[in-house]
């Protein structure tokens, strides 16, 4: 076997001396290096789909239609190239260390148990094989994807655009609520959402969340309002068409503590105008409408930044 591979999975630990497969030379190396190397990597993504289109429940086509062999090497070459940008544009490889933690993370979060043990056991319960295939892809799209929605250079232009909304609508603010919130639509689409200030009753629990991404950098800033902070924001706003169509009341407590802890201190009485906030998908821009002890009514505007599949694609291969 290549000892350098050998001894990336031994620091990984996830190697097994007493059953080392030699099936699992080249798994753990960075990129796809070759022919070999991608065949190696579209078996094992294969077999991973296989079992995910196993549990799939109701009518299905066969796994020979839903998942062809040309679509199983795009995808793997695409985790390559993903790989390749994150080193080429941010100087982030990934490490051994990284990829074990993920395999950890994994087996300990996971739902479904058994449908994870069927993954392990379609790529020969071999942990280089699993960690490569399955964790690393993981890592690095988080990992990219986190750099991304962070990098101010990419999406200074959507920055701009929300300071000049912020600043249009604290300059209507004398001519009053209606006033900003036409100030605002120039800019976008304009929403009208009212929350509960008091607790949510018990009865009445909130919708359970997606599965949240890795935190990322939500700042806000803006003259007297300067206000950072560092907050896993999956979801910060319910989407207020959803809640009126079905009639769900949205709680002040649902947001996200840092977000909520912002929009507190900054939304105090009817035309109060947030900072601009930096969430992980776009900048958003709020202003009261009204406020009493028991509910806030703001309206709000968000802005996308750049779409990170077409930045991605437009990034040279390697």
Same mark, same amino acid.
């Given at each position: 076997?290549?000892?350098?591979?050998?001894?990336?999975? !031994?620091?990984?630990?996830?190697?097994?001396?007493?059953?080392?497969?030699?099936?699992?030379?080249?798994?753990?190396?960075?990129?796809?290096?070759?022919?070999?190397?991608?065949?190696?990597?579209?078996?094992?993504?294969?077999?991973?789909?296989?079992?995910?289109?196993?549990?799939?429940?109701?009518?299905?086509?066969?796994?020979?239609?839903?998942?062809?062999?040309?679509?199983? &090497?795009?995808?793997?070459?695409?985790?390559?190239?993903?790989?390749?940008?994150?080193?080429?544009?941010?100087?982030?490889?990934?490490?051994?260390?990284?990829?074990?933690?993920?395999?950890?993370?994994?087996?300990?979060?996971?739902?479904?148990?058994?449908?994870?043990? &069927?993954?392990?056991?379609?790529?020969?319960?071999?942990?280089?094989?699993?960690?490569?295939?399955?964790?690393?892809?993981?890592?690095?799209?988080?990992?990219?994807?986190?750099?991304?929605?962070?990098?101010?250079?990419?999406?200074?232009?959507?920055?701009?655009?929300?300071?000049?909304?912020?600043?249009?609508?604290?300059?209507?603010?004398?001519?009053?609520?209606?006033?900003?919130?036409?100030?605002?639509?120039?800019?976008? &689409?304009?929403?009208?959402?009212?929350?509960?200030?008091?607790?949510?009753?018990?009865?009445?629990?909130?919708?359970?969340?997606?599965?949240?991404?890795?935190?990322?950098?939500?700042?806000?800033?803006?003259?007297?309002?300067?206000?950072?902070?560092?907050?896993?924001?999956?979801?910060?706003?319910?989407?207020?068409?959803?809640?009126?169509?079905?009639?769900?009341?949205?709680?002040?407590?649902?947001?996200?503590?840092?977000?909520?802890?912002?929009?507190?201190?900054?939304?105090?009485?009817?035309?109060?105008?947030?900072?601009?906030?930096?969430?992980?998908?776009?900048?958003?821009?709020?202003?009261?409408?009204?406020?009493?002890?028991?509910?806030?009514?703001?309206?709000?505007?968000?802005?996308?930044?750049?779409?990170?599949?077409?930045? !991605?694609?437009?990034?040279?291969?390697?």
């Amino acid at each position: 076997m290549n000892r350098s591979i050998l001894r990336l999975a !031994l620091v990984c630990g996830l190697w097994n001396t007493a059953s080392a497969p030699a099936s699992t030379t080249l798994l753990m190396l960075p990129l796809v290096a070759g022919a070999a190397d991608l065949a190696l990597l579209a078996a094992d993504r294969t077999a991973i789909e296989r079992v995910y289109h196993e549990h799939r429940s109701g009518t299905k086509k066969p796994f020979a239609e839903t998942m062809p062999p040309t679509l199983i &090497e795009q995808a793997v070459k695409l985790d390559a190239h993903k790989e390749a940008v994150l080193k080429a544009v941010y100087q982030v490889e990934i490490t051994p260390a990284m990829v074990a933690a993920e395999v950890a993370r994994i087996d300990a979060t996971t739902r479904a148990p058994e449908m994870l043990a &069927e993954i392990k056991a379609a790529l020969g319960n071999d942990p280089a094989r699993f960690a490569r295939a399955m964790a690393r892809p993981i890592v690095v799209e988080r990992t990219l994807r986190v750099r991304f929605d962070n990098d101010d250079t990419l999406h200074a232009p959507q920055r701009r655009q929300a300071d000049a909304a912020r600043r249009a609508v604290l300059a209507a603010k004398p001519q009053g609520t209606a006033a900003q919130q036409e100030a605002l639509k120039p800019f976008g &689409e304009v929403h009208a959402t009212t929350w509960k200030l008091g607790p949510r009753p018990t009865a009445a629990a909130p919708p359970a969340p997606a599965s949240p991404p890795p935190p990322t950098k939500a700042t806000a800033t803006g003259g007297i309002y300067s206000v950072e902070a560092t907050a896993q924001v999956a979801h910060p706003l319910a989407s207020p068409a959803a809640t009126e169509a079905d009639g769900r009341d949205l709680y002040f407590d649902d947001l996200d503590p840092e977000l909520r802890k912002v929009l507190a201190a900054q939304l105090k009485q009817a035309g109060d105008v947030s900072a601009v906030i930096e969430m992980p998908a776009g900048f958003v821009v709020f202003a009261a409408t009204a406020v009493t002890p028991e509910t806030l009514a703001v309206v709000s505007l968000s802005l996308p930044k750049r779409n990170y599949d077409e930045w !991605l694609n437009q990034q040279p291969e390697n």
